[in-house]
């Protein structure tokens, strides 16, 4: 079982930015600010699940085949080999915390899809 992440570990992205607010054997909990009118790559993990809760403003996930929009207090789960994504489609910040549990936690864990931003 391996953990990559450390409590207090931050990145910058083009999309916004993450930091890690807790992490442990099994879990890593963090903050994740997307800046306005940006979206995630649409993914997939082979070795966790993803629990997200947004915390201020309006995100619209597509998780499989659905696009779901999420306001502030509401929360979805994403399990492990499940093609997702997270947008903000409005003109503020939109922050929520991600819980990641599995057997293998890295951010080498992505499997990507479609990305704006061209990364593979």
């Not at 963090?30 to 306005?36: D, F, S």
């Not at 399990?79 to 890295?106: A, S, V």
Request: glycine share 6%; net charge negative; charged share 30%.
């Amino acid at each position: 079982m391996a953990n990559n992440y450390k409590k207090g570990q931050k990145d910058a992205r083009p999309w916004g930015t993450w930091e890690i607010l807790d992490a442990g054997e099994n879990f890593c909990v963090k903050r994740i600010c997307v800046t306005p009118d940006n979206i995630l790559s649409l993914q997939l993990h082979h070795h966790r699940n993803e629990h997200w809760i947004i915390v201020k403003g309006e995100a619209v996930v597509t998780l499989g085949d659905k696009e779901i929009i999420l306001k502030s207090d509401e929360a979805i789960y994403i399990p492990k080999e499940t093609e997702h994504r997270i947008q903000n489609k409005t003109k503020k910040i939109m922050e929520f915390i991600e819980i990641q549990t599995g057997d293998n936690l890295d951010e080498n864990d992505i499997v990507r899809f479609e990305d704006k931003y061209g990364r593979v």
